[in-house]
């Protein structure tokens, strides 16, 4: 039989070899040396690292010493390196001075000793000094590529002295008075590339650099590459376009203080490439053009476009008193505006620009010793164009002012002159209100002048041209207008009498008895298309026109209800005291073809039309009616002859009057044709020879003999 036996579970001992006690007391005695000698077997554990001081801005050669604060655990305290990331720009000592080296951006950095290592940064902005010529540090596009519709930032950095900056693509100015550091957003339509320029203090040329932004579209997506724009005649804007994937498009006038106000023009198709529409408000003077197409919408701006008046606001450009001052310009208004307007400029008017009060004068030398004034002067090539159909008016106004002298003060004046060797044109408008001036009261032309669609009204001279003055040497063009109720006139109580220009101490008179041209005066070269001359008056000679240079008439032009009518009660009080030409007086050379004369008074001679002496007139289907010479009702009564024509003629200038076809008749008097006996001698007189029967209605040669 077998025995069983338990047997204990063992417990394993390990035994440790006896460590010698010097040993053990040469350890004990190396810690407490090492702990009070202040060493560590284990280094500090660093938190943070902080930069005492901000961001730094310094000149070229400029230092600034840095320290940092180094936080550890149990407040103990280790060291920092520091380094610079652009050494050229900005070096840093072992012991943290900054010593600037060149323009630019560099970033010092601060580095603990201990472990983990920590950092800390700042900004040191290295700039030139001021005297010194600018430099483009910096110009860049954030993002460089973006797609339709997206937008970039520009920014740039500039240093040195600057007398500007500006941004611009292409020709066109996209932002200038800019500071020396700064961005801009931008959302171009197309590819673009953008350009700074800044420029120098005092000479020097200036320093450019440029950007591209790169402008993807996405397949379909509508996208507006051009939008631009110019001022056209009549008081509209020309705009055209360039679209791609557009099945739509719609044109918007936009308040430039607030995009959100909007007026839409019109919408136009997907094809269209412009438009010309009328100048909105003034309030609405930018423009916006939306794409819609089957990849979404886009949209493109446009500033306000220059050369537009955008109030009825005046300012006075010249004032005698104390010597001459002027008025702080207006921005936006009529006299600012052509003041700004460069040659070949188009000038229109906002839709809420009806009148125009212009007042005091502008002086225009023509030599050291003389001067021209006027309320508004035209002097570089521009068209002035008001709205079709709805004339802007131009009205004179004196300028007197409480506190002015008065009565024999004048503070009046023509409204428009051309300076000789400008070239202007006035469209759609009304010229009104000159006064007090001797020669073209409504206008003065002196140099190249069309005037078409307008009215000339309401304007008096002392002398000549109460509505137009043309000189000689210059060129007149009217078409379509109407010169109508303007006069040449002195009146009798205006004879000798002293005035006053503003505050001048020195009198002037305007001497005699005058008045030429009540409608128009021309010594040089002018041409009248579907022009009606009415109701203007003169004193002396041509109611509605006196010609004395070169003149063609065309058209539908008529010259109606004009009068040469001596002004006061038709008494005879000086011998030149005459009134001869209610229609025309031609002194010179004058073509007319088609048209009328009708209706024309003169108290003595040649109602319709006076002929006098070497002058040439030629009239081909000119219809000349109802015109009447002399005054009946006078005391005593006052003979006219010529009431359709009356030709005064030397021997041989017979021929010089020559009518074709036409009509006269129903003129009053019935003035002789021919003579049968001759041309009458001066102060001779042959009628009662003649049958009476004969004569026919309103025309009346009288011939001269040289002596």
Excluded at 516 to 522: I, P, V
Aim: net charge negative.
């Amino acid at each position: 039989m077998s025995s069983w036996k338990h047997v204990p579970k063992r417990t394993a001992t390990i035994k440790r070899k006896a460590r010698p006690l010097f040993v053990g007391l040469v350890l004990l005695l190396g810690s407490v040396w090492l702990a009070a000698c202040g060493g560590n077997t284990t280094p500090p554990s660093v938190v943070k690292v902080e930069i005492e001081q901000p961001d730094q801005t310094l000149m070229v050669g400029a230092t600034v010493n840095l320290t940092a604060k180094v936080t550890v655990l149990g407040g103990a305290s280790t060291a920092v390196t520091w380094s610079t990331s652009a050494s050229d720009v900005a070096s840093v000592s072992a012991a943290g001075l900054v010593t600037a080296q060149a323009p630019g951006t560099a970033t010092i950095t601060a580095t603990s000793v201990g472990k983990p290592t920590r950092t800390d940064t700042v900004s040191v902005t290295v700039i030139a000094d001021d005297d010194e010529p600018p430099t483009i540090v910096s110009f860049t596009a954030t993002p460089a590529t973006i797609e339709s519709g997206e937008s970039s930032t520009l920014a740039w950095q500039v240093t040195g002295s600057t007398a500007g900056i500006a941004i611009t693509a292409g020709d066109a100015t996209v932002q200038d008075g800019l500071e020396a550091t700064g961005d801009l957003v931008v959302t171009p339509a197309a590819t673009t590339e953008y350009t700074l320029t800044v420029t120098p203090e005092g000479d020097g040329e200036p320093v450019v650099a440029t950007v591209t932004v790169t402008v993807t579209v996405v397949p379909d997506q509508p996208a507006i590459s051009s939008f631009t724009g110019t001022v056209a005649p009549g008081s509209q804007a020309a705009l055209s376009w360039a679209a791609v994937n557009a099945t739509s498009l719609e044109l918007f006038a936009v308040n430039p203080s607030d995009a959100e106000d909007v007026l839409s023009l019109g919408t136009y198709l997907g094809t269209d490439t412009g438009a010309t529409v009328a100048l909105p408000d003034s309030a609405h003077q930018a423009f916006r053009l939306d794409a819609t197409g089957p990849g979404g919408e886009a949209s493109a701006p446009l500033a306000p476009l220059a050369n537009v008046v955008l109030n009825e606001s005046d300012y006075e450009v010249y004032y005698l008193v104390g010597g001459g001052w002027a008025e702080p310009p207006i921005p936006g208004s009529f006299r600012y505006v052509l003041e700004a307007a460069t040659p070949g400029s188009v000038i229109g008017f906002a839709s809420d620009v009806q009148e125009i009060v212009v007042y005091g004068v502008d002086l225009f030398p023509l030599d050291p010793d003389h001067v021209v004034d006027s309320h508004v002067i035209i002097r570089t090539d521009v068209t002035i164009s008001g709205p079709v159909g709805a004339p802007v008016t131009l009205r004179g106004q004196s300028a007197w002012q409480p506190g002015d002298p008065g009565e024999a003060y004048t503070y009046g004046s023509r409204v428009v002159y051309v300076p000789q060797a400008v070239t202007a044109t006035l469209e759609n408008l009304v010229i009104t209100g000159g006064t007090f001036i001797y020669f073209g009261s409504g206008i003065h032309n002196a140099g190249t002048l069309t005037v078409r669609n307008s009215v000339i009204t309401d304007n008096r001279a002392f002398g000549s041209g109460g509505g137009i003055y043309n000189v000689l040497g210059a060129t007149l063009t009217l078409e379509n207008s109407t010169i109508s109720d303007n006069q040449a006139v002195t009146l009798d109580e205006e004879i000798d009498k002293e005035w006053h220009i503003r505050d001048s101490a020195a009198a002037v008179t305007f001497p005699g008895i005058n008045g030429w041209g009540g409608g128009l005066q021309n010594e040089g070269t002018a041409t009248l298309i579907d022009t009606v001359v009415e109701n203007n008056r003169s004193r002396q000679s041509g109611g509605g026109i006196y010609n004395g240079g070169a003149m063609t008439i065309s058209g539908n032009s008529n010259i109606t209800g004009n009068s040469a009518d001596r002004v006061a009660d038709y008494t005879v009080q000086d011998p030149s005291d005459f009134s001869a030409g209610g229609g025309i007086s031609n002194v010179g050379t004058l073509i007319m073809t088609g048209g009328a004369i009708t209706q024309n008074f003169a108290v003595d001679q040649g109602a319709g039309l006076y002929h006098f002496q070497n002058a040439i007139t030629t009239l081909t289907d000119v219809t000349i009616t109802d015109n009447a010479a002399g005054l009946p009702s006078a005391v005593p009564p006052i003979v006219g002859y010529g009431g359709g024509i009356m030709q005064h003629y030397y021997d041989g200038e017979e021929d010089h009057l020559t009518l074709t076809g036409g009509v006269l008749a129903g003129n009053t008097p019935q003035n002789i044709l021919t003579n049968p006996n001759g041309p009458r001698p001066l102060g001779g007189a042959a009628a009662g020879t003649v049958d009476e029967a004969a004569r026919p209605l309103g025309l009346r040669i009288e011939g001269f003999k040289l002596r």
